[in-house]
């Protein structure tokens, strides 16, 4: 069901005018980048934006699990009230261990084959062509092998239509 299972981590891309970081909050159900907040540092305020977005969104169900690294900034007193206001249960990987939030990093690694991974000019060019390719490309056009080959925006469609026949 969507809603109830997300992955999160971060990551950066490069540019002329030093880095961009971005974090994600990825629904497991339908696997639909469902968050995300980008900027020129890694603080807390980062992974929160991004949980905040999912949470505005209507993308997330109550008691709902996150799972993310043991990252400082998921492991903030700040995120983890935060979490606990948006009725959301905290998950932690295994220290050293990247295999636990593998949907996460396999989503990152898609990022960066498919936008390139040529440093460009500004933040604002990097952040544009981020959000166009998660908004455009990869929640409504690409196709998922890990949900049936189809795209993440089919996959919630049809797990909510099949909530509501069951209804």
Known sequence: MPGLKFVGDI??????????YLATVIDLCAREV???SM?????TELVADAIRMAQAGGHTAGDAIFHSDRGSQYTSNQFRSL?????????????GSCFDNAAAESF?????????TTVRETR???RQDVFR????????ERLHSAIGYITPHQARVRCHQRLDLAA
């Open 133 to 140: 390719w998660i908004a455009e490309h990869c929640n409504r």
């Open 124 to 126: 604002t060019q990097a």
């Open 39 to 43: 900027a020129d540092h890694m603080r």
């Open 108 to 116: 990152f690694v898609v990022l960066k084959a498919e936008i390139g």
């Open 34 to 36: 469902v968050g995300w």
């Open 11 to 20: 990551t950066y891309l490069p540019t002329a005018e030093g880095l961009l």
């Open 83 to 95: 979490l606990g206001e948006l009725d959301i249960r905290q998950s932690t990987g295994r220290t």
